[in-house]
């Protein structure tokens, strides 16, 4: 899978804004919430809760007014753009957790980042499964792994890099990680990511549903010989 740039990149630029604008919120909100504005368990829960899924209702709203389609494959990389802008906004977390602003202000970020890591699965997603669509669940399964590699460490280390460096700068570093390094990928293969798909052609040997269509059809034929 990983010699398909139309999955290894996606892959890659998916698990570092993931881990950026997912899972460093996350191990982080509930410690400083308590720590700092005295939050308990369940309105921590409650307050995270509504703000994934106002963001989520929101969402799909916007998705049954846009409607079903299938559009070139590398259109859905153009939103690229959207995700871009929305991602970094994660920022204004790390920053108001350092400066000890209202909480509000955080609550509001998490909508921001939550609706901007839909547009980002989708985007890297969707593209990479189109692009060969049988082979959709060894993608999915190459992409996820990525992504839970990528984030496996995080979570051990997030909140001590956090309290030694600053919640500014530590959310700086990863924004600047997943922006800099990864997005000119993103960029690279929505000018070129066509002409080379079609030169590597579809994946071999990797796709299940692949292997058992041959298997029936094998034993179609020795039926039909018998």
Not at 102 to 115: D, P, Q, T
């Amino acid at each position: 899978m990983s010699r398909y740039p139309s999955i290894l990149l996606p892959g890659l630029y998916y698990a570092t804004q993931y881990c950026f604008s997912a899972i460093l919120p996350t191990v982080n909100y509930s410690i400083v919430f308590e720590t700092r504005f005295g939050r308990g368990v369940f309105q921590n829960g409650i307050s995270y809760g509504s703000t994934v899924t106002i963001a989520s209702i929101a969402g799909e709203r916007e998705a049954k007014r846009l409607g079903a389609g299938s559009p070139p494959l590398e259109v859905r990389l153009k939103g690229l753009w959207l995700e871009a802008a929305l991602v970094p906004a994660v920022l204004i977390f790390g920053f108001t957790m350092e400066y000890e602003t209202h909480w509000a202000g955080s609550l509001v970020n998490l909508f921001i980042e939550i609706f901007g890591i839909q547009v980002m699965a989708t985007m890297c997603l969707t593209h990479s499964i189109d692009s060969h669509r049988v082979e959709g669940s060894e993608i999915f399964q190459f992409i996820n792994f990525c992504c839970q590699t990528a984030s496996f460490p995080v979570a051990f280390y997030a909140v001590d890099l956090c309290e030694a460096i600053g919640f500014q700068l530590d959310f700086l570093a990863f924004a600047l990680v997943g922006t800099i390094l990864d997005l000119p990928s993103i960029v690279w293969l929505l000018w070129k990511g066509g002409s080379i798909r079609e030169r590597l052609g579809r994946p071999v040997n990797v796709s299940v549903a692949q292997e058992i269509g041959f298997d029936y059809d094998l034993a179609n034929c020795n039926r039909a010989h018998e």
